[in-house]
């Protein structure tokens, strides 16, 4: 499978500023996903990142505060806005080969906001 | 709506003993179920997904639509099996997950 670079790992940030977070793969793949697993919580997805254009967001997700890029096939980026203590989580990115393939995961940004 | 349960969130077991994770499951369609699993320090990776139907490391699970459920099984738990393993669902909606909380495994030696 694909080889999922996140970067970076972990960060603490001041509230009111801004984070964006890398998604590299190693090979073209047609879907890339970000999602979010706050503390003691599951994965909930935060929105499909489509290659050309805008992303497509889940419920209770905007893109003011989480615009995402893919520019190519091989790389997204996400970024958390105005962050406040709350956005403290670890952001993941996904991927799938095509549509009827399984999703890998990176390893993840763990973010803290103080 | 899609839904999936995962009402253990702890489950500890002894060396060599069976282990059943369970998995139920919310979803008007045909769903594709898999199981990730998380070890200490390490990414979330893909363990099962039920259109396989084959075993990794020991485990299977099989898709009961009766039920609506999707357990994971193990005859015979090894310590390496510990782990948190979380059960998830994609309903073909541009093959979204929708993941379940998680349960975390111990196997005590």
């Known amino acids: 499978s694909a080889v999922i670079s996140q970067k970076p790992s972990r960060d603490i940030c001041q509230r009111g500023t801004s984070l964006t977070i890398q998604c590299q793969v190693d090979s073209q793949v047609t879907m890339m996903f970000w999602y979010r697993q706050q503390p003691g919580q599951s994965l909930t997805l935060i929105a499909t990142a489509n290659q050309g254009s805008e992303a497509t967001y889940e419920s209770g997700f905007v893109i003011d505060k989480f615009p995402i890029s893919r520019p190519n096939l091989t790389f997204s980026t996400l970024t958390v806005s105005n962050m406040s203590p709350e956005d403290s989580s670890i952001y993941l990115c996904?991927?799938?080969?095509?549509?009827?393939?399984?999703?890998?995961f990176g390893d993840g940004t763990r973010l803290s906001i103080l | 709506a899609q839904r999936v349960t995962q009402p253990e969130k702890l489950l500890s077991v002894f060396k060599g003993a069976p282990v059943e994770l369970k998995c139920n499951y919310s979803y008007s369609g045909s769903p594709e179920l898999f199981w990730y699993v998380q070890y200490s320090r390490q990414r979330l990776q893909l363990l099962l997904r039920?259109?396989s139907r084959e075993s990794i490391k020991g485990f299977t699970a099989d898709l009961n639509k009766g039920e609506t459920s999707f357990h994971l099984k193990k005859p015979f738990a090894q310590e390496e099996d510990s782990a948190m393993y979380y059960c998830?669902?994609?309903?073909?909606?541009?093959?979204?997950?929708?993941f379940g909380a998680g349960t975390i495994l111990r196997v005590k030696s």
């Open positions: 039920h259109i």
């Open positions: 996904s991927v799938s080969e095509s549509s009827n393939q399984p999703q890998h």
């Open positions: 998830a669902l994609s309903g073909h909606h541009g093959n979204k997950l929708v």
